[in-house]
């Protein structure tokens, strides 16, 4: 167990619909990442959150979004899905920025748009 | 932009036996990490071992080693005494010195049999 938690483990939508997915980072990691693993792109960076503020953005669409709360849980919404959406959502936090500290990854969110 | 390349989508060993995977990466940087990630069917991404670039001594983690050439920008896995358990996709990730993000390859699929 990493101490990440990602809820839900599943979900499935419809196309067009929004969803939010939900990280707990390990207690005292300040760092929340969030990647998305799909078969035809691999493993993604989407946004990086530290203590609040975003901190880095990968290749993440105008129709997604995510916000780190002040007790260090973050969210990544997910607006108007298409079928290309479907992947695995993965959070991953880390104590410090830079360095060699160690990421944590979740179990994922496995989200498919139908 | 960085780069990290997995040339083996899949890979095979018998238990017992030794199984090196390979990593090439690509980047202007001098300073940065490398790491290779396990990802078995339970799909948690696992961190196996890590590198510092300004080490020139290859990492080792138990039955795991590395084989790190930074002039030739490759960075390769070695499993030593393979066991079932080590079946998993592998994933390759480069982290620059000066983010947090990390740049995954493909992946190699690593199947152990007995």
């Known amino acids: 167990d990493s101490g990440v938690t990602q809820t839900p483990k599943h979900l499935i939508t419809a196309t067009g619909q929004r969803v939010t997915l939900r990280c707990s980072p390990r207690?005292?990691?300040?760092?929340v990442y969030w990647y998305q693993q799909s078969l035809d792109q691999g493993l993604q960076f989407l946004i990086q959150?530290?203590?609040?503020?975003?901190?880095a953005k990968g290749n993440i669409l105008e129709r997604f979004s995510a916000q780190q709360f002040p007790d260090l849980h973050s969210e990544l919404n997910l607006s108007s899905l298409e079928l290309g959406d479907s992947a695995l959502y993965f959070c991953?936090?880390?104590?410090?920025?830079?360095?060699?500290?160690?990421?944590?990854f979740g179990q994922g969110t496995r989200l498919t748009v139908v | 932009a960085q780069t990290v390349t997995q040339s083996q989508p899949e890979m095979s060993v018998q238990e017992a036996e030794t199984v090196t995977l390979s990593c090439t990466y690509d980047?202007?940087?001098?300073?940065?990490?490398l790491f290779w990630y396990k990802q078995p069917p339970s799909r948690q991404m696992i961190l196996v071992i890590r590198?510092?670039?300004?080490?020139?001594q290859n990492a080792t983690e138990n039955r795991f080693s590395v084989n790190f050439q930074k002039a030739a920008k490759s960075f390769s896995l070695k499993i030593s005494d393979s066991q079932r358990g080590d079946t998993a996709m592998y994933f390759c990730?480069?982290?620059?010195?000066?983010?947090?993000?990390?740049?995954f390859g493909t992946g190699t699929r690593l199947q152990v049999f007995p």
């Open positions: 991953a936090s880390s104590a410090l920025q830079g360095g060699s500290t160690e990421a944590f």
């Open positions: 207690s005292g990691d300040l760092s």
């Open positions: 959150y530290y203590n609040g503020e975003e901190r």
């Open positions: 980047t202007s940087e001098s300073n940065y990490y």
């Open positions: 590198q510092e670039a300004y080490k020139q």
């Open positions: 990730a480069f982290r620059s010195y000066n983010t947090d993000k990390l740049i």
